[in-house]
C-alpha cells in the first residue's frame, strides 16, 4: 500500500512539474527597436551575450531560451508547436511590433514559422544555417507523416547510459564547429539537455516542414550559411532548393565555418549581423 501511495505522489509530482513549465524563457537587455533572439536546438539564450553586448544600446533584445535545454524543465509533448505558439503569443502580449527576429539553426527555423504569420507585424528575419525543412536534407524519401517518437532510433537514444550519450555527444559536437573550445561547449549543452526532448523534440523539428509556407512571407529575409562541411558550391546549391518558394531574400556564405557560425566566426558574425541591421532599418 505505502508502495502505491508513493508512486501516485510520484506520479503527481511529475505531472505538476510538466504542467507548470513554460514553453519558453526570456531575458530582456537593452532599449530601442526590439529583436528576438532565438537559439538552436539544446542551445541557451547566452550564446547570444556577445551580440547582445554589441546591440543592446540602440535595441531591446529578447533573449530566448527553450524548455528542456540549459536546465530549464521540460514540457509535455508535442514540443515545437507548444514552442512555437508560445514565442507567437509573447510577440503579440508585449505588443512587439515591427520585431526583428534572430535565429540560429531551430531558431532560425521557428523564425520563419513566426514570418508566415502576417497578422505579426514583424520587420525581418534573419536566419543563421537554418532551413525550412531540415528533415527533408537529412531523410531519404522524407515524409514528414512516417517521423513518430516510438521509432528504432528514438528508443535507442532514450535507453543510451551515460557513456554512450556522451560520446553520441562528443561526435556530434566535432561536425558543428571547427574549433575545439567552442565542440566542448556544444557537447556540454547536449549533454545538459533533457534527454527526452533532446530526443523527441528532433523528432518534432524533423517533422517541420516550411517550404509551402514560404509562399507566405513578405518581409525581409536575411539567410547566412556556413561554407563546412560540404563547401561553398553545395551550401549555396542547398539554399536555393529549399528557400525556392521565398520570393526575396538576401543570401551568404561563411566561409571556413561549420554550422556554429557565431563560434568559429565571432567577429565576421558580429559585424555582418550589424551591417544586415543597419542597411535594413
Known amino acids: 500500500m505505502k508502495n502505491v501511495i508513493l508512486l501516485v ?4 509530482f511529475s505531472l505538476s512539474i ?3 513549465s513554460k514553453p519558453i524563457h526570456l531575458e530582456v537587455k537593452g532599449k530601442g527597436k526590439p529583436i528576438l533572439l532565438i537559439p538552436g536546438f539544446t542551445v541557451p539564450g547566452d550564446i547570444w551575450n556577445p ?8 535595441y531591446e533584445c529578447h533573449i530566448v531560451t527553450l524548455a528542456g535545454f540549459n536546465g530549464k524543465a521540460p514540457i509535455e509533448f508535442p514540443w515545437l508547436p507548444k514552442i512555437n505558439e508560445a514565442l ?3 510577440i503579440i502580449k508585449n505588443n512587439l511590433q515591427n520585431t526583428t527576429i534572430i535565429g540560429h539553426s531551430l531558431g532560425g527555423t521557428i523564425a520563419t514559422w513566426l514570418a508566415t504569420k502576417n497578422d505579426l507585424k514583424l520587420s525581418k528575419i534573419i536566419l543563421i544555417d537554418a532551413l525550412p525543412a531540415s528533415g527533408a536534407l537529412m531523410i531519404l524519401n522524407y515524409d514528414p507523416k512516417k517521423l513518430v517518437y516510438k521509432s528504432y532510433y528514438n528508443n535507442k537514444q532514450l535507453a543510451m ?9 562528443i561526435a556530434m559536437s566535432k561536425g558543428m564547429s571547427l574549433k575545439a573550445p567552442a565542440q566542448e561547449k556544444i557537447k556540454n549543452w547536449i549533454l545538459k539537455s533533457d534527454r527526452k526532448t533532446y530526443v523527441y523534440g528532433y523528432t518534432d523539428y524533423l517533422k517541420l516542414d516550411l517550404r509551402e509556407e514560404l509562399k507566405k512571407i513578405t518581409i525581409p529575409v536575411s539567410i547566412i550559411a556556413a561554407s563546412k562541411p560540404y563547401g ?9 532548393n529549399q528557400y525556392k518558394n521565398l520570393k526575396n531574400y538576401d543570401f551568404m556564405v561563411a566561409e571556413n565555418s561549420a554550422h556554429f557560425i557565431m563560434l568559429d566566426k565571432p567577429e565576421w558574425f558580429l559585424k555582418k549581423i550589424q551591417t544586415i541591421l543597419s542597411s535594413k532599418e
Open 232 to 240: 561553398k558550391e553545395m551550401a549555396t546549391k542547398t539554399y536555393k
Open 51 to 58: 551580440l547582445v553586448e554589441k546591440l543592446e544600446k540602440n
Open 88 to 90: 507567437k503569443n509573447y
Open 18 to 20: 510538466y504542467t507548470q
Open 9 to 12: 505522489i510520484l506520479f503527481v
Open 161 to 169: 547510459d551515460k557513456v554512450a550519450f556522451e560520446q553520441t555527444a
